[in-house]
C-alpha cells in the first residue's frame, strides 16, 4: 500500500457518527491521481453536451484531466469521443473547434481518418509514392475510441471501459424521470456559461446534493421555494440531491411563460429535481425547461463548471431565455464563495472531515460514501494486482 492512503473507515458508517472525506481528498495531488483512476476513468463520468457538436462533421477537441480528446459528430449524426492523437506519432489532431471537411488529417506527415476513426490515408508510408505498406494495416490502426454514452445530451464517457452499460448503471434514474423523456432543445448561445471556481469538484457536488444552506446562501430563491418545501433524494451508490414542491415559472413583461414538456404530468406543475449524478454531473428538471452542468476538474483546487439550459421546444424566446440564464448564473454564483470556503478550510491540519445532520445532510453523505467505496474498491484491485 502506498503511503498516500487515507483511512476511509469513518466515512463508511452510520450519519449520526461519520465524518466527512478527509482534508487529503482535496488537497493532495497524489490522492487527486487515484481519484481520477477509481472516480472518473472507471464510472461515467461527463465529458461536454451533445449541443457543443450540433451538426455531422463539428469536431471539438477537449481535455479530460489532461487527456486530450475529441469529440465529433460523425458523418451520420452520432456522437463519437476519440482521443485527440495521430496513431503513427501521437501529433494532436485537431487544436481548435472546427468542420471536419472529408477527413481528419494529421498535420505532421498526413495520415487521415474518417470521422468514425477509420484510418483511411497514409501518404508515402512505404517511401515516396507508395502510400501502403504491409506492416501498417490500418484495420488496427483507428482512432482510439473512448466509450461513450449520450443521455438528457450531455455526452458520458467511461475511459476504461469495463463500467456497465450506462443504461444499467442508471436505470432507476432514468425511471425516477421517464416523465421528461423527450426532446431537449439546448438554448443556444445565450443559455450556456462556464463559472471557474477555486475548489475541488467534489466540494461543488456536495454542495448541490443538499437544501441545508438555502435560507443563508439563496435568500432571493428560499424566499418562495423554502428550506421546508424541500425534499431529499437518494439512491445509494449512484445519485442523490434534492427536490422542492414549489417551483415559480419565470414570466417575461407580458405573463408569457416557457412552453411546458409534453404530457409532463400534474406531479411537475410544482415541482422540481436538482440530482448530483455521480461523479460530475448536476441536474436539474422543471415542468418548462432542464439544465446541465458538467463539472470539469481541473486540479485539487480548481473546477470549471460548465452550464447549459434547455427548452421543450426550439427558439422558444420572448426574452425569457436570456434572463433565465442569468437568474440561474446568479444562483450558480451565490455558491462560489462557500464551495471556495470550504477548499480553503482543506488546509486546517486538525479538521476531521466534518460531521454531518442526520436529518439535513444524507444526500451529500451519500456522495462521501460513493466516493469511499469505490476508492476501496479500486485499492483492493490495486493490492491484488501486486
Same mark, same amino acid.
Request: aromatic share 10%.
Given at each position: 500500500?502506498?503511503?498516500?492512503?487515507?483511512d476511509?473507515?469513518?466515512?463508511?458508517?452510520?450519519?449520526?457518527?461519520?465524518?466527512?472525506?478527509?482534508?487529503?481528498?482535496?488537497?493532495?495531488?497524489?490522492?487527486?491521481?487515484e481519484?481520477?483512476n #477509481? !472516480?472518473l476513468?472507471? @464510472?461515467?463520468?461527463?465529458?461536454?453536451?451533445?449541443?457543443?457538436?450540433?451538426?455531422?462533421?463539428?469536431a471539438?477537441p477537449?481535455?479530460?484531466?489532461?487527456?486530450?480528446?475529441?469529440?465529433?459528430?460523425?458523418?451520420?449524426g452520432?456522437?463519437?469521443?476519440?482521443?485527440?492523437?495521430?496513431?503513427?506519432?501521437?501529433?494532436?489532431?485537431?487544436?481548435?473547434?472546427? &468542420?471536419?471537411?472529408?477527413?481528419?488529417?494529421?498535420?505532421?506527415?498526413s495520415w487521415?481518418?474518417s470521422? =468514425?476513426?477509420?484510418?483511411?490515408?497514409?501518404p508515402?508510408?512505404?517511401?515516396?509514392?507508395?502510400?501502403?505498406?504491409?506492416?501498417?494495416?490500418?484495420?488496427?490502426?483507428?482512432?482510439?475510441?473512448?466509450?461513450?454514452?449520450?443521455?438528457?445530451?450531455?455526452?458520458?464517457?467511461?475511459?476504461?471501459?469495463d463500467?456497465p452499460?450506462?443504461?444499467?448503471?442508471?436505470?432507476?434514474?432514468?425511471?425516477r424521470?421517464?416523465?421528461?423523456?423527450?426532446?431537449?432543445?439546448?438554448?443556444?448561445?445565450?443559455?450556456?456559461?462556464? !463559472?471557474?471556481?477555486?475548489?475541488?469538484? &467534489?466540494?461543488?457536488?456536495?454542495?448541490?446534493?443538499?437544501?441545508?444552506?438555502?435560507?443563508?446562501?439563496?435568500?432571493?430563491?428560499n424566499?418562495?421555494?423554502?428550506?421546508?418545501?424541500?425534499?431529499?433524494?437518494?439512491?445509494?451508490?449512484?445519485?442523490?440531491?434534492?427536490?422542492?414542491?414549489?417551483?415559480?415559472?419565470?414570466?417575461?413583461?407580458?405573463?408569457e411563460?416557457?412552453?411546458?414538456?409534453?404530457?409532463?404530468? #400534474? &406531479?411537475w406543475?410544482?415541482?422540481?429535481?436538482?440530482? #448530483?449524478?455521480?461523479?460530475?454531473?448536476? !441536474?436539474?428538471?422543471? $415542468?418548462?425547461?432542464?439544465?446541465?452542468?458538467v463539472?470539469?476538474? @481541473?486540479?485539487?483546487?480548481?473546477?470549471?463548471?460548465?452550464?447549459?439550459?434547455?427548452?421543450?421546444?426550439?427558439?422558444?424566446?420572448?426574452?425569457? $431565455?436570456?434572463?433565465?440564464?442569468?437568474?440561474w448564473?446568479t444562483?450558480?454564483?451565490?455558491?462560489?464563495f462557500?464551495?471556495?470556503?470550504? @477548499? =480553503?478550510?482543506?488546509?486546517?491540519?486538525?479538521?476531521?472531515?466534518?460531521?454531518?445532520?442526520?436529518?439535513?445532510?444524507?444526500?451529500?453523505?451519500?456522495?462521501?460514501?460513493?466516493?469511499?467505496? &469505490?476508492?476501496?474498491?479500486?485499492?483492493?484491485?490495486?493490492?491484488?494486482?501486486?
Amino acid at each position: 500500500m502506498t503511503q498516500n492512503v487515507t483511512d476511509l473507515s469513518n466515512v463508511r458508517v452510520g450519519i449520526d457518527a461519520a465524518n466527512g472525506l478527509p482534508n487529503a481528498h482535496y488537497i493532495d495531488e497524489n490522492v487527486f491521481a487515484e481519484e481520477r483512476n #477509481a !472516480l472518473l476513468y472507471r @464510472q461515467w463520468a461527463g465529458l461536454a453536451v451533445a449541443a457543443d457538436v450540433p451538426e455531422p462533421g463539428d469536431a471539438v477537441p477537449l481535455e479530460f484531466l489532461g487527456m486530450p480528446l475529441l469529440l465529433i459528430r460523425d458523418k451520420d449524426g452520432d456522437v463519437r469521443v476519440f482521443q485527440n492523437i495521430c496513431r503513427h506519432r501521437g501529433m494532436i489532431l485537431v487544436e481548435e473547434p472546427r &468542420k471536419i471537411e472529408g477527413a481528419i488529417r494529421c498535420p505532421y506527415h498526413s495520415w487521415c481518418y474518417s470521422t =468514425k476513426g477509420k484510418l483511411v490515408s497514409t501518404p508515402h508510408v512505404g517511401g515516396p509514392g507508395q502510400n501502403t505498406h504491409e506492416a501498417i494495416k490500418r484495420d488496427n490502426l483507428g482512432l482510439n475510441e473512448v466509450r461513450s454514452h449520450v443521455w438528457r445530451d450531455v455526452v458520458w464517457i467511461n475511459v476504461s471501459g469495463d463500467a456497465p452499460a450506462f443504461e444499467d448503471v442508471h436505470a432507476d434514474l432514468i425511471r425516477r424521470w421517464q416523465d421528461f423523456e423527450k426532446p431537449l432543445y439546448h438554448g443556444g448561445a445565450d443559455s450556456k456559461f462556464t !463559472l471557474e471556481v477555486a475548489t475541488n469538484w &467534489k466540494l461543488a457536488v456536495e454542495n448541490y446534493c443538499e437544501s441545508y444552506h438555502l435560507p443563508w446562501v439563496h435568500p432571493g430563491l428560499n424566499s418562495y421555494s423554502r428550506l421546508e418545501d424541500h425534499y431529499h433524494i437518494e439512491e445509494p451508490g449512484r445519485f442523490s440531491g434534492q427536490g422542492t414542491m414549489v417551483y415559480r415559472q419565470l414570466t417575461n413583461e407580458n405573463g408569457e411563460t416557457f412552453p411546458d414538456f409534453d404530457d409532463v404530468g #400534474a &406531479k411537475w406543475n410544482e415541482q422540481a429535481e436538482y440530482i #448530483a449524478v455521480y461523479p460530475n454531473v448536476l !441536474l436539474g428538471v422543471h $415542468r418548462d425547461h432542464a439544465f446541465a452542468i458538467v463539472l470539469e476538474p @481541473q486540479g485539487t483546487e480548481r473546477t470549471v463548471e460548465h452550464v447549459h439550459l434547455y427548452y421543450s421546444v426550439p427558439n422558444s424566446d420572448g426574452g425569457l $431565455r436570456d434572463r433565465n440564464a442569468r437568474l440561474w448564473k446568479t444562483v450558480f454564483e451565490e455558491d462560489i464563495f462557500v464551495v471556495e470556503g470550504m @477548499q =480553503k478550510g482543506r488546509h486546517a491540519d486538525m479538521f476531521d472531515g466534518g460531521r454531518f445532520s442526520p436529518v439535513m445532510d444524507s444526500p451529500t453523505l451519500m456522495f462521501h460514501q460513493w466516493v469511499a467505496e &469505490k476508492i476501496d474498491t479500486y485499492r483492493g484491485m490495486a493490492q491484488a494486482a501486486e
